[in-house]
């Protein structure tokens, strides 16, 4: 791996001008998401709440632009990072770019649209919601997590199990956490999926070896902001559009 941090800043690197004009209103990390929400712009992205690191931005991230503000996505202080991500996801995953890159796709399979998993090795990194069609068709379902349940696979099996697979799925939050960097390179002759609200709607992470990004674009910010203070428990799906972006 060259560069650690080559995701982020092709993240950073694809935001256009725009985002050195628009204020972050307000940002934070909630018990279950982190949110940001910036001139009629609204992300959100899983919640970390490790500060062992002291922040990048000791003030916070309210008052500054859009651009600014995303480059907290590269902290080690996870906490940070989660509100960065969200920033990012703010940026990027709007109603109108929705539109404009036609990638809205129906919630019960915005994920595996099209893909059989017929005798296919799947690997899942983090516990996502898959559909019964990948059980019932799939040879074996690996799946790999940080607070393993029974009959999880420990997050250090990653470099023993994902080669063997012929489809990984992988959670948006491995952006937020920092897990995702090296994860491609294991996924090399798999087809790779990232997947959950925390994924941002930017199509230039489909050059980075990643061949389907499936994520939430907030649709109905009010609410979404109100169960993020509040730390409602529940998928946030049913306050937004899912989308589909692939190779």
Known sequence: MENFFSIYDALLGSMGRDAECITVNEAMVGQRWAMASAGGHFGIAMAEHSDSIPPVYK?????LTLAEAAKASKSW?????AIGHAVLNAYFNTPAR???LQCAEPFENYSTA????RGRTVGVIGHLRLTPQI???????L?????PQPGDYPDAACDYILPRCDAVFITGSALVNKTLPHLPELCRGAYTIL???SVPMCPA????GIDRLAGLVVTDAAEMRSRVVSGARGSPYPWGQSFLLKK
């Open 77 to 81: 202080n996870l906490a940070e990072a």
């Open 59 to 63: 003030n916070g991230l309210g008052g």
């Open 98 to 100: 929705l539109e404009s």
């Open 114 to 117: 099209g893909l059989s998993f």
């Open 195 to 197: 997947t959950g609200p």
């Open 143 to 147: 799946i790999i997590e940080r607070d």
């Open 135 to 141: 059980h019932a068709e799939a040879k074996e379902v």
């Open 205 to 208: 992470l489909l050059d980075l």
